[in-house]
């Protein structure tokens, strides 16, 4: 993980940045609609454990799951991301507000206006574990050796490294977690070098889309 990364990232200025807008930008909502349509495969409570790998400070991306997964699992390098999520679970003055994209998601998916109204609680109920990983290591949970029937990564490891063989060592590992048989959904920025959070710059690998579709084939997995 680079020094810079540790050192310069604050949760705060990533949230303000991209998340205190009414709605979801454009291409956030469409990744949403793609995931309740692979949902509308499956049955309720159709995946015993559930990870989002790589959370960073949001919790929104895991609200579509919360009827499919008995057992979720949230993870992220930084314990100041992990801390973020958790003040939000338990209410704390200083929480990012999620009301408003958390509208907009449920808005876009087959929720009726109960589960809308007690989300946190569904959540609160179902979230198993807050959990430290590294990409880069062997086993990218730190201290917890689990596989999952459905591994979530959105704009993770391309957004900690600018070297495109440490992506591609990163995302071996990360596909590891999911058991034989299971699902991974993954989303990056393609063909990008930087991103921004406030006035910083932060990596990335400038990968294309064949650069992520090999990355799944060389490692034994079927695209869906």
Not at 96 to 125: C, M, T, V, Y
Not at 186 to 210: C, D, Q, W
């Amino acid at each position: 993980m680079s020094h810079f990364l540790k050192e310069e990232w604050r949760p705060k200025d990533y949230l303000e940045h991209y998340y205190s807008s009414e709605k979801l930008v454009y291409d956030e909502a469409l990744i949403f609609k793609y995931i309740y349509r692979l949902l509308s495969r499956f049955k309720k409570d159709n995946f015993k454990d559930f990870l989002d790998f790589g959370s960073g400070p949001t919790i929104h991306r895991i609200v579509p799951f919360i009827n499919y997964a008995k057992n979720i699992y949230v993870s992220d390098y930084l314990p100041e991301n992990l801390q973020e999520i958790d003040l939000w679970l338990k209410d704390g003055g200083n929480a990012h507000n999620w009301e408003k994209q958390i509208g907009h998601i449920l808005k876009i998916g087959p929720f009726d206006q109960k589960k809308a109204g007690d989300i946190k609680s569904i959540l609160r109920e179902k979230i198993k574990g807050l959990l430290q990983c590294d990409a880069f290591k062997g086993n990218p949970l730190i201290g917890f050796k689990k596989k999952f029937d459905f591994v979530t990564s959105f704009y993770c490891i391309d957004s900690i490294t600018s070297s495109k063989n440490e992506w591609k060592r990163a995302a071996k590992n990360v596909l590891t977690l999911v058991k034989p048989g299971g699902w991974i959904m993954m989303s990056a920025l393609i063909n990008t070098e930087h991103y921004m959070v406030g006035k910083s710059l932060f990596p990335s690998p400038n990968i294309g889309k064949e650069d992520f579709l090999k990355v799944f084939t060389a490692n034994g997995f079927d695209l869906k």
